[in-house]
């Protein structure tokens, strides 16, 4: 056999060998996508190559990931990180693509071939593999994952796991309880080691008697005491143990009264104003005989109390505002408007859809009442006792507001937070029922307090140096509610939470007397959720503090009202008393408003009431940012808050525009004057025979008050771009709803709740 020598290859290539670099060349592991965990959390399920929905055009933008359902949220963590947003806030205890279980409203899965939808619930069964999964969230969000590579049965696992834990069975299931005690004792060594477990934290919980003293001192209320007949929830489960009465009744007596009274709730004191009228709380008295005799015992006390011994005021709020399931509805539409459907198809009536909604008009009518009362404890130096029938609902949002106009200390950050904490928290309001934290019964639910927190928007849009604190303040403030970590949004009443955690403290072997802001802490403890960066977007750049002056004129003056009584009895009752429709219309003459000088040229001569006087007297004078403060409340007065109904909204969203740009600015204002302020206090001039101190430009320190720093002179002058209408917020892979042609997202609130497996989407185009 011979030996055959390989042949040379015969074809010569002139074009340059291709340049390959061998790292690139070899494949890349697979990037194994961990999720952040908080103490206690675990993972219940999973699933890769899943894909976020970014743009509702295409999905050039979507996100490719991993999907991960945990015993506290949803996390999504994408393959490739992207670039961290300057325009949002940092949560410290959730992701940017986090949602916590208790936020989510409806889990929607879908199956585009087969045409079909179900809204999934606990324990449920899914006959189909969803090929999409759609979260609305309780704070607007609506959040789109698609399937498209991921495996059928691993999305089926996650999609229900999501359902299930969203719907938890019992309250201490919530995953605060659990996260709480691990954080409680693995943080043991921090504070054993001499830290102040409360870290500064300043809002009283009004859960002991020196909370309540210090408020009554606080207002003046020399006649009123502590009563601790409550101690231990011995009459009323529903209120706090201690709470505040006339000094005239005695204890004996509130108890004889309580069991008449519905939940056993005792007339409750809740301000004093400095004339010594003050704002009492009342439920409804269940024997008709019994009525009488004890409401003239309970106002003839509150007269007692008054120093002119003033009449006492009753307002019937179930009769004159109203009731929750309205509210709840009105909310539903303004959410469905604002949010879910498509603006190209509701553009040219979206005001007249906002209005249809009555979610302004109900703004509107507590803003009113709460001014009548104001009249009433203000002008007519009299007492008013505030009557609904269970006095956890409608109570809480008329007597905060009423406060909020009347006292400058709970337009402050920590008095708003101390006016929440007493008239919401304490005072017995069903958070766990109206936020539906556990999905149970959705006739009891009801934004209450987010009609209050809008409410209290109308006033600082009206008012804006009035308020020490921020729109994104009140907007974190209502996210909070859907975070389950915190004590003061979980639980109906004192006493569930005080037996909730104590079997907390018993389960988790945290010792008897321990401070419950350390084991269980409120939402007020903001650096839990923030960086003390991001806390100063809770900071108003426009607040007048207590004792500013303004000046006018260029001379620096302070308005004070000087004090008039105006009683019925001067010019006889009132036209709407007098006709039995307490506050049926707008009879307060506005500010700069032309209804009020078109009712005088053409409406019937009538003679001017106490009211009105009261009313006109006080619009005709600059209004004192730390007085009284009333707010316009004429239809074409109520605005709507565009940073929490609009914030998730792409086509919503503006570029380098919004209110923001004037915070900005405003921001930079005041830091440079603080700056210079800080210099000129550190500086000292040349004394004789001495040496000056160094130049006061040195470094200032970090701990600033404002989130905007003030510009050099070098810093463009336009706001950053990172600016927009939704700052701090930013809707860009928040919301994903389809085009005009797209899901009918309206059946979910104007239609059945839930979608049946069967039904089908022929019409639609998926």
Request: charged residues 25%.
């Amino acid at each position: 056999m011979f030996s055959v020598k390989p042949m040379k290859p015969t074809f010569k290539s002139y074009l340059p060998p291709v340049q390959t670099d061998v790292k690139k060349t070899i494949e890349q592991p697979i990037k194994k996508l961990e999720p952040k965990l908080l103490q206690g959390e675990i993972v219940v399920n999973e699933v890769n190559f899943v894909r976020k929905c970014i743009s509702a055009e295409s999905s050039q933008d979507d996100l490719w990931g991993k999907l991960i359902c945990t015993n506290f949220k949803v996390s999504f963590i994408p393959q490739d990180a992207p670039t961290k947003q300057k325009s949002k806030l940092s949560h410290i205890l959730l992701g940017e693509h986090d949602i916590p279980l208790t936020c989510l409203e409806q889990v929607v899965t879908v199956n585009d071939t087969k045409g079909k939808k179900k809204v999934l619930g606990s324990n449920q069964k899914l006959k189909f593999n969803p090929t999409e999964l759609i979260l609305y969230c309780k704070d607007l969000r609506i959040i789109r994952f698609c399937f498209d590579e991921a495996g059928p049965e691993s999305a089926k696992k996650v999609c229900l796991a999501i359902a299930h834990y969203s719907h938890p069975a019992d309250l201490h299931l919530l995953f605060g309880f659990e996260y709480q005690g691990r954080r409680y004792h693995e943080t043991k060594g921090e504070r054993v080691n001499g830290s102040n477990p409360r870290r500064g934290f300043q809002t009283p919980n009004f859960d002991r008697p020196s909370d309540w003293d210090r408020e009554i001192k606080r207002t003046g209320a020399s006649e009123w005491r502590v009563c601790s007949v409550n101690e231990g929830y011995a009459i009323s489960p529903s209120l706090p143990e201690y709470i505040v009465v006339p000094v005239s009744l005695a204890d004996q007596d509130l108890k004889k009264y309580s069991i008449f009274l519905l939940d056993s709730r005792i007339p409750h004191w809740c301000w004093n104003h400095p004339n010594g009228s003050a704002l009492v709380r009342m439920a409804s008295i269940g024997d008709p005989i019994q009525q009488k005799k004890i409401e003239q015992r309970v106002f003839t006390a509150i007269t007692k109390s008054h120093p002119q011994r003033s009449e006492v005021i009753r307002s019937d709020l179930d009769k004159c505002l109203p009731n929750i399931q309205d509210i709840q509805s009105a909310f539903v539409r303004i959410r469905q408007i604002c949010v879910m459907d498509p603006f190209e198809e509701s553009e040219e009536r979206w005001l007249s859809s906002i209005e249809n909604s009555r979610w302004l008009e109900h703004v509107r009518a507590f803003l009113k009442h709460s001014a009548e009362i104001v009249y009433h404890l203000d002008g007519k130096n009299a007492s008013v006792i505030l009557h609904e029938e269970e006095d956890r609902d409608l109570n809480g949002v008329v007597s905060s507001l009423v406060q909020l106009m009347l006292d400058p200390h709970y337009r402050s950050i920590v008095g708003f937070q101390s006016l929440v904490q007493k008239e919401w928290v304490m005072a017995g309001h069903r958070f766990l029922n109206r936020c539906n934290h556990l999905k149970k019964n959705e006739k009891e639910e009801s934004p209450l307090f987010m009609l209050f927190l809008d409410c209290v928007w109308q006033m600082m849009n009206q008012y804006p140096a009035a308020f020490e604190f921020t729109e994104a303040y009140l907007t974190v403030l209502s996210d909070s509610m859907w975070i389950p970590l915190f004590s003061t949004f979980l639980f109906n009443s004192p006493k569930q939470r005080a037996k909730h955690l104590m079997d907390f403290t018993k389960n988790k072997a945290i010792p008897q007397g321990e401070d419950e802001a350390v084991y269980f802490p409120p939402v007020w403890d903001w650096s839990q959720q923030f960086s003390t960066k991001d806390q100063t977007l809770f900071n108003n750049p426009m607040y007048v503090g207590k004792g500013a002056a303004c000046v006018q004129n260029g001379e620096v003056k302070t308005f004070k009202r000087t004090k008039k009584s105006y009683s019925s009895t001067l010019r006889g009752q009132s036209a709407s008393v007098r006709n039995g429709l307490k506050g049926g219309e707008d009879t307060f003459p506005r500010r700069g408003s032309l209804v009020s000088e078109l009712r005088s040229e053409f409406s019937p001569v009538k003679e001017e009431s106490p009211s009105e006087r009261f009313f006109k007297d006080w619009f005709s004078r600059p209004p004192d940012q730390q007085g009284v403060l009333i707010p316009l409340f004429m239809p074409s007065h109520m605005a709507l808050w565009k940073l929490f109904f609009l914030r998730w909204v792409p086509e919503a969203c503006i570029p380098k525009g919004g209110s923001i740009t004037a915070y900005h600015k405003l921001s930079q204002l005041v830091d440079e004057i603080e700056i210079l302020q800080s210099q000129l206090r550190r500086y000292k001039g040349p004394s004789p025979g001495g040496t000056p101190l160094p130049s006061p430009s040195g470094p200032i320190s970090d701990q600033r008050r404002m989130y905007f720093k003030a510009s050099s002179p070098h810093d463009p002058p336009t706001p950053p771009d990172y600016l927009t209408s939704s700052f701090p917020f930013s809707p860009m892979g928040n919301l994903c709803r389809r085009g005009i042609h797209g899901t009918p997202i309206s059946k979910f609130l104007t239609g059945a709740r839930i979608w049946l497996s069967t039904e089908t989407l022929a019409n639609d185009t998926i």
